[in-house]
């Protein structure tokens, strides 16, 4: 059973985030955040993620998320909770 201060989310990311070393910064940020799951590009030029982690942290994960790194453009987050995970740490795919 999940922790009740855990949430477990799916996020695609839209803009230019390709290329630019996004997935780097997503791993950095969920590294410092204490944030667990992956990364990966996909087609049409997103970034798809899934994270585990505490309620506080994850709204700072994405907060910065929304943000990116100095030359990304973020258009859109699309943001939904999934069922529990297991992930040891954050990976890159």
Known sequence: ????????????IYGRVQGVG??????????KLNIKGFCQNEIYSSVFVTSSGEKENQE?????LQ???????????????????????FKIL
């Open 60 to 64: 700072k994960f994405l907060k910065k």
């Open 1 to 12: 059973m999940a922790e009740e201060n855990f949430t477990y989310l799916e996020i695609k």
């Open 22 to 31: 996004f997935r780097y910064f997503v791993k950095r940020q969920a590294d």
């Open 67 to 89: 943000k990116g790194p100095l030359f990304a453009r973020v258009d859109n987050l699309e943001v939904k909770e999934i069922p529990e995970f297991k992930e040891e740490s």
